[in-house]
């Protein structure tokens, strides 16, 4: 099953709007996996543990097809740490005169964002890689013909150059590419179903994990954060507007292609139909308002790693009212072995997770 990074209520609603790349990629994202290239497919069981071992990343280019790892074009094996984005891409299509072409920067961007989404991982995490074993990062990129849309696929993560009109590039983001990291990871963790409740937690902690990235990103750049999902791949048609806001859902978007943010902000308006999956992006905004407003009590560090500890105690079918037990145990075990309260701000750990989820209605 495809996690797209675009909602397929957001791409029906600029198909509506006369949109036409929007049409193919809707219908891609049901049919992706039968253009994949095939492989020999490693069994779960064969894989070996590497305990200590970094996670390796290739990059590949689709050029412009349907197909996933078409030509290798990027790789950390054997790459020097000093100096990790070669400046000489070998292959990706032919290069523009005097310039890179657009397939070599999405590559590079891509190994770039995905490098850095992996280093965060075992810097602050304390995991190797997406399956925490430093199994093989794989990343496809410059897939489809104005494919407006990236996806985890269940083993790799596949990114469209968009039409350039309402999304562009989605290699460029870091967002976008840790928010499709975290499929992966959840994936391998606590396999959330991606369906109603448990599929809207699933689109939370990748939502979470992409926000955090990107924080630690923009501290690292000396910025605020911003608080916004998917701004950074808006294209000239969309400009302004964002995919989701984790501190005030519902007003990320309000566009004559896009129609109206339908995300809610506490339980009580939480969606109940049947589109997107039962609403797996939409009512994913109750809980990210709640992380926000831990993070902001207690810093992206703290809230983060309760959050992680929340997840590792789920199961596929777990609800909103699962994952604020499982989050506030573990705001409570962390706070039980002082191991984070040597901040005066995380003295109240548990209060603040509770209030927090009160505020939203969970
Ligand atoms: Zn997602």
Same mark, same amino acid.
């Given at each position: 099953?495809?996690?797209?990074?675009?909602?397929?209520?957001?791409?029906?609603?600029?198909?509506? &709007?006369?949109?036409?790349?929007?049409? @193919?990629?809707?219908?891609?994202?049901?049919?992706?996996?039968?253009?994949?290239?095939?492989?020999?497919?490693?069994?779960?069981?064969?894989?070996?543990?590497?305990?200590?071992?970094? @996670?390796?990343?290739?990059?590949?280019?689709?050029?412009?097809?349907?197909?996933?790892?078409?030509?290798?074009?990027?790789?950390?094996?054997?790459?020097?740490?000093?100096?990790?984005?070669?400046?000489?891409?070998?292959?990706?299509?032919?290069?523009?005169?005097?310039?890179? @072409?657009?397939?070599?920067?999405?590559?590079? &961007?891509?190994?770039?964002? $995905? *490098?850095?989404?992996?280093?965060?991982?075992?810097?602050?995490?304390? *995991?190797?890689?997406?399956?925490?074993?430093?199994?093989?990062?794989?990343?496809?990129?410059?897939?489809?013909?104005?494919?407006?849309?990236?996806?985890?696929?269940?083993? !790799?993560?596949?990114?469209?150059?968009?039409?350039?009109?309402?999304?562009?590039?989605?290699?460029?983001?870091?967002?976008?590419?840790?928010?499709?990291?975290?499929?992966?990871?959840?994936?391998?963790? @606590?396999?959330?179903?991606?369906?109603?409740?448990?599929?809207?937690?699933? !689109?939370?902690?990748?939502?979470?994990?992409?926000? #955090? $990235?990107? #924080?630690?990103?923009?501290?690292? !750049?000396?910025? !605020?954060?911003?608080?916004?999902?998917?701004?950074?791949?808006?294209?000239?048609?969309?400009?302004?507007?964002?995919?989701?806001?984790?501190?005030?859902?519902?007003?990320?978007?309000?566009?004559?292609?896009?129609?109206?943010?339908?995300?809610?902000?506490?339980?009580?308006?939480?969606?109940?139909?049947?589109?997107?999956?039962?609403?797996?992006?939409?009512?994913?905004?109750?809980?990210?308002?709640?992380?926000?407003?831990?993070?902001?009590?207690?810093?992206?560090?703290?809230?983060?790693?309760?959050?992680?500890?929340?997840?590792?105690?789920?199961?596929?079918?777990?609800?909103?009212?699962?994952?604020?037990?499982?989050?506030?145990?573990?705001?409570?075990?962390?706070?039980?072995?002082?191991?984070?309260?040597?901040?005066?701000?995380?003295? &109240?750990?548990?209060?603040?997770?509770?209030?927090?989820?009160?505020?939203?209605?969970?």
């Amino acid at each position: 099953m495809c996690q797209t990074f675009i909602p397929p209520t957001i791409l029906e609603s600029l198909a509506r &709007n006369g949109v036409e790349s929007a049409v @193919s990629s809707i219908q891609q994202s049901t049919i992706s996996r039968r253009g994949r290239t095939p492989r020999i497919e490693m069994p779960q069981t064969a894989i070996p543990r590497h305990e200590h071992k970094t @996670s390796e990343i290739i990059v590949y280019d689709c050029e412009g097809t349907w197909k996933q790892r078409v030509t290798e074009v990027l790789s950390t094996t054997g790459m020097r740490e000093a100096s990790p984005i070669s400046p000489s891409i070998s292959t990706g299509g032919p290069a523009a005169i005097g310039g890179p @072409s657009q397939a070599q920067i999405s590559a590079k &961007n891509a190994m770039e964002h $995905v *490098r850095f989404a992996r280093d965060f991982l075992e810097q602050y995490m304390d *995991r190797k890689g997406i399956d925490g074993q430093g199994g093989t990062i794989h990343v496809n990129v410059n897939f489809g013909d104005r494919y407006n849309n990236a996806f985890w696929d269940g083993d !790799e993560l596949t990114m469209g150059t968009g039409d350039n009109r309402v999304f562009t590039d989605f290699s460029k983001s870091l967002d976008v590419i840790s928010h499709e990291m975290a499929h992966g990871l959840v994936q391998f963790i @606590s396999p959330l179903e991606y369906v109603g409740e448990s599929g809207a937690l699933n !689109e939370h902690f990748a939502d979470v994990f992409g926000s #955090a $990235v990107q #924080a630690y990103k923009r501290m690292q !750049e000396g910025l !605020e954060h911003d608080w916004v999902i998917g701004n950074e791949i808006m294209g000239p048609d969309l400009y302004g507007e964002t995919l989701r806001s984790m501190e005030s859902p519902g007003t990320a978007y309000n566009h004559r292609l896009l129609g109206h943010d339908p995300q809610p902000a506490h339980y009580a308006d939480r969606y109940t139909g049947t589109e997107d999956r039962g609403g797996v992006h939409i009512n994913s905004g109750i809980m990210n308002k709640a992380f926000t407003l831990v993070a902001k009590r207690v810093g992206f560090r703290a809230a983060g790693l309760i959050w992680f500890a929340g997840l590792q105690r789920l199961w596929p079918t777990a609800c909103f009212d699962d994952a604020k037990v499982m989050i506030v145990e573990s705001a409570r075990e962390k706070e039980k072995a002082n191991r984070l309260v040597r901040d005066e701000q995380l003295t &109240n750990l548990t209060q603040v997770v509770r209030s927090a989820f009160a505020e939203v209605g969970v």
